[in-house]
């Protein structure tokens, strides 16, 4: 049962544009929600995070924005740069160590 | 370098061989996790050990064995795996095992293949 879909598994953008990555989750009780961010040959490492307290957090140029009543979230990154390229993780957490992750969606910035 | 090591990088095996992947964390936390990735899918959390006791087994079948001798290393044994086995594994630790999810760093895993 997969609670957290990340239903673009890919995604191109320009150099300077807004890049937009989407999350949904079916599971309510979800309440923390996390991006991580994936270079190749690496470990995914933690971006930004929001509590389901809040419906936006925003950290540079990176902004998370939460929608509860319609189960969705989404990364913001403005402008998107070459060095964002990477595969982003979106996940939930539940009951406070139990933690579900999309199955990603990769990000190429053109120059 | 995010302070999780894992060795090796790369494993090729016959589904009867035996075995290890080691990960070694150097930023003095007391949690450790297994993570499996399998292309295209989501990760999914196998083992956790806080302070080298598990903690959770998401239903692992047994040909997949942990062993956590001491908070800074971890171990997963493998024997007569399955080819549908074959996946990215993630190595993880973060101070607790409670609460401490932007805390969770990602060694740069194992990529496995069972022939």
């Known amino acids: 049962d997969q609670q957290v879909k990340q239903n673009s598994p890919s995604l191109s953008v320009q150099e300077g544009r807004i890049s937009i990555l989407n999350c949904d989750y079916t599971?309510?009780?979800?309440?923390?929600f996390l991006w991580y961010k994936k270079y190749p040959a690496e470990g995914p490492t933690f971006l930004i995070s929001i509590s389901s307290i809040k419906d936006k957090n925003e950290d540079g140029r990176f902004t998370v924005f939460l929608n509860k009543s319609a189960k969705h979230l989404s990364l913001h990154i403005v402008p998107s740069q070459p060095g964002d390229s990477a595969v982003y993780f979106c996940a939930a957490r539940y009951n406070n160590n139990d933690m579900r992750f999309g199955a990603g969606t990769r990000l190429t910035v053109k120059p | 370098e995010t302070g999780v090591t894992q060795t090796p990088r790369h494993l090729v095996m016959g589904m009867t061989n035996k075995k290890s992947l080691k990960c070694e964390q150097h930023?003095?936390?007391?949690?450790m996790y297994w993570y499996k990735q399998s292309a295209k899918k989501p990760l999914e959390l196998m083992f956790v050990y806080s302070l080298e006791e598990r903690v959770e087994n998401n239903s692992v079948p047994s040909r997949f064995s942990p062993e956590c001798p001491n908070s800074s290393h971890l171990f997963l044994h493998l024997h007569t795996l399955q080819p549908e086995d074959s996946a990215l594994y993630l190595c993880?630790?973060?101070?607790?095992?409670?609460?401490?999810?932007?805390?969770?760093?990602f060694g740069s895993g194992t990529q496995l293949s069972v022939l």
């Open positions: 993880a630790s973060s101070p607790t095992s409670q609460g401490s999810w932007e805390k969770l760093f």
């Open positions: 599971n309510s009780m979800f309440d923390y």
């Open positions: 930023l003095g936390h007391n949690a």
